[in-house]
Each structure stands twice: as C-alpha cells, then as structure tokens.
C-alpha cells in the first residue's frame, strides 16, 4: 500500500539553528500537511498546501516556519531558527482531493529535539 | 473554536471484551470525523471516517458511530485482542475541509 515516507526519523539540532524536514507525499495526491505533536498533548494542525501554495495555515506557523515542494515529489517544512519550544514529533500527510470521504494519510513523523 | 475531548483518557481491558471509546466535540458544524490509531513512535493510522452525512461506519470488529446534533463519537471495538493496545484519536474536519481538529486521545491497553 503507498505510504508517504518522512526523513529524517530523528532530528537533533542547536537552538538558532535551521532545520528543514522532509515529506514524500503518496504520489497521486494533491492536498499535502504538517501536523506536530508536542510530547503528551493534542496533534495540532500547521499548515495545508494545495497547488504550491499555502492554502491555510494556524497561529503556530509564524515567519520562522516556511513549506516548499521543490519538485513533483518532496515536500519540506522549514524552520528557520529553531527554539527549545518547536521540539515536538511533525508529521506530514496528504490526501488525493478534499472530500468528506477522504481520508488523510500520515507519514511516520520526525521526532525534532531541540537543545 | 472546535475543541475535541476523549474520555477516558486511559483505559484497561482483559483480552476479549468487547470496549467503547468515546469523543465529543463542540461545534457541529463538522464536514466529517476520523477515527486514528496511534502506536509508540509512529505515525497516525486512520481507521475509520465517517462522513456528516452519516450515522456509522464499520470496519471488521471496528464500528464506529456518529451524532452530529449532540457533537459525539463512538468507537465500539468488539473483541479486543492484545494487539489492540495503542492511542485511539478522534478527529473532526471543520466546514472548509481543509484541515483535522484533534482530540486528547485513549490510550488503550489490553491485557491476556
């Protein structure tokens, strides 16, 4: 079953420090997510993208974060200067288009650890 | 604001019972629910969608059930098998779609 696939699984970086996260999303989807889970709360919801631009996104993504599809299969979540508070598991997911019947199909999520 | 509450918040159960998890949320207005599963250190499994149309869905000993006008969910697992154990999620999608208002989660355990 297609799958969409997160790099790195574990991430470890500097406060200030830039990180960028990668997705590849199932390939025949359309709308694409970020989701993050802060340790032992609620999956929140970032931001959404849908033909390469941001079509929602919550107060969480500020300027420091930023998403790109740099070509047709990856999409990156960029923060630009980390904070000990942006450690949490992100998670992207996509779906083929955004029905009431369509499910949503999340990658296995990057643990970020911010020292 | 939606707000999306499970209770209970941890839940143990010998092998073989059958079990009810339940979700509530505040705004009806809601395009459609999900139900996920979600195991240590990994991703989110959707398990069951329902849409706000309909009233329940079923998915082997899985069914799960939908009051819209009341803002409750329940997820009826028939026969729990060890393998069950994991956080069961409730999530609801908002009027423009666009993305899934999450709940606190149950962390189910069941026991041999």
């Known amino acids: 079953e297609p799958e969409v696939t997160q790099t790195p699984s574990h991430q470890v970086t500097q406060m200030g420090q830039e990180v960028i996260l990668r997705c590849v999303p199932i390939?025949?989807?359309?709308?694409f997510y970020w989701y993050r889970q802060i340790l032992g709360q609620k999956v929140e919801f970032l931001v959404s993208?849908?033909?390469?631009?941001?079509?929602?996104k919550s107060e969480i993504f500020d300027d420091q974060f930023s998403v790109e599809r740099p070509d047709g299969s990856n999409f990156t979540l960029k923060i630009r200067s980390t904070k000990l508070e942006d450690s949490a598991m992100y998670f992207c997911?996509?779906?083929?288009?955004?029905?009431?019947?369509?499910?949503?199909?999340f990658g296995s999520g990057t643990q970020l650890s911010v020292l | 604001k939606q707000e999306v509450t499970q209770i209970p918040a941890a839940l143990s159960v010998p092998e073989g019972e059958n079990l009810v998890l339940n979700c509530s949320f505040t705004?009806?207005?809601?395009?459609?629910l999900q139900w996920f599963r979600q195991d240590p250190g990994k991703g989110l499994t959707s398990l069951l969608l329902?849409?706000?149309?309909?009233r329940e869905q079923t998915s082997g000993r899985l069914n799960a059930s939908l009051d819209k006008s009341s803002g409750r969910s329940t997820l009826y697992i028939a026969a729990s098998q060890p393998g069950d154990s994991a956080t069961y999620l409730c999530?609801?999608?908002?009027?423009?779609?666009?993305?899934?208002?999450f709940g606190t989660g149950t962390r189910l355990q069941v026991t041999l």
């Open positions: 705004d009806s207005a809601i395009y459609n």
């Open positions: 390939s025949n989807h359309l709308y």
């Open positions: 997911a996509s779906t083929t288009e955004r029905r009431a019947y369509e499910k949503l199909f």
């Open positions: 329902i849409q706000s149309s309909q």
């Open positions: 999530a609801v999608t908002g009027g423009t779609a666009s993305k899934l208002t």
């Open positions: 993208f849908y033909n390469n631009e941001i079509s929602e």
